[in-house]
């Protein structure tokens, strides 16, 4: 279950990175 939870993290960093570039 905490896998998922690093994964949404990560995925929503990356979304973030990609909406500010």
């Keep these: 279950m905490r896998r998922w ?3 949404g ?3 929503a960093a ?3 990175s990609w ?3």
């Design 19 to 21: 909406t500010v570039a």
């Design 14 to 16: 990356l979304l973030g």
């Design 9 to 11: 993290v990560g995925l």
């Design 5 to 7: 939870l690093a994964v």
